[in-house]
């Protein structure tokens, strides 16, 4: 849609836009949501594809994705053959609700940004163990972990003038062995649950990530692969009821029922007993 309200587009040079932000100002790469609903008080739109990030660095620490990066990059892109959760990068691409000309446009910083409970960067980033790397004015640099970044439905905690410029994810958790279970409505819908088990084959550790089903995600850590009562006993002590999402693919009822069976297929699939 048009946004009547904006009357200047910026290009900015250099590495770090955040130097010419303003009050009014929306930073642009893929444009998915910026286009997609009214925003009277946009002023001005950035290009952050103008700075040239590079996509996909692979080094010795793990993998760092530009938040400019789109999805449809992530998606080809072809992981070393040691990361044993590499190819979950793709299939979380898999599990947008959008067509080719999204995946061409959306870029996995933005799908995160947006902070839907739904998305799938979001999950991606989350069982993975990554740091957002966050500039804001004056030069200003800090790290966050995807939990304390969404703050509920369409909530997250940058700050004016922030701009998210990478998510970080460590080499250690992209050799983990993963297991993951979704479910939607409709064969092609959105995530009314999106759940991902992580454990690292020589510390025997269990990791189970909640998104979609919740307002924001939520991460279970346990020494070795708890047994099913220890894991449900753990998602009813760090996943309140009101902390279930309620929309039109799920009541709170059905999403919290959903992540108990569902986190327990990932237990038992990690667990060798599936």
Not at 76 to 83: L, N
Not at 86 to 105: Q, T, Y
Not at 139 to 160: C, E, K, W, Y
Not at 197 to 220: Q, V, W, Y
């Amino acid at each position: 849609m048009d946004q009547g309200t904006v009357k200047e587009f910026i290009r900015p040079s250099g590495d770090d836009p955040t130097s010419q932000w303003q009050p009014g100002d929306a930073w642009l790469a893929g444009g998915t949501f910026l286009f997609s609903t009214p925003l009277p008080d946009m002023r001005r739109l950035i290009d952050l594809t103008s700075l040239g990030w590079p996509n996909l660095v692979v080094g010795p620490q793990g993998l760092q994705i530009a938040a400019t990066c789109r999805v449809v990059d992530l998606y080809d892109f072809p992981p070393p053959a040691d990361w044993t959760a590499g190819p979950f990068l793709r299939e979380a691409v898999d599990s947008f609700l959008a067509g080719f000309k999204i995946w061409n446009n959306a870029t996995v910083g933005g799908n995160i940004c947006t902070s839907l409970p739904a998305s799938p960067m979001t999950t991606m980033a989350a069982a993975l163990d990554a740091t957002l790397e966050i500039w804001g004015p004056g030069g200003s640099r800090r790290t966050m972990s995807v939990p304390d970044f969404i703050l509920g439905n369409h909530v997250n905690a940058l700050q004016p003038g922030e701009v998210l410029r990478a998510i970080d994810i460590p080499l250690e958790s992209l050799k983990r062995r993963y297991s993951y279970q979704r479910f939607t409505l409709t064969k092609h819908g959105r995530s009314s649950e999106f759940l991902v088990g992580t454990s690292d084959p020589a510390k025997g550790d269990f990791m189970l990530t909640i998104t979609a089903a919740t307002s924001r995600p939520f991460i279970l850590r346990f020494g070795t692969i708890p047994t099913a009562d220890e894991l449900h006993a753990a998602i009813d002590n760090g996943v309140r009821d009101g902390d279930y999402f309620d929309d039109p693919n799920g009541s709170p009822a059905h999403r919290k029922h959903m992540t108990y069976y569902l986190a327990e297929v990932i237990r038992a699939d990690l667990a060798g007993e599936a």
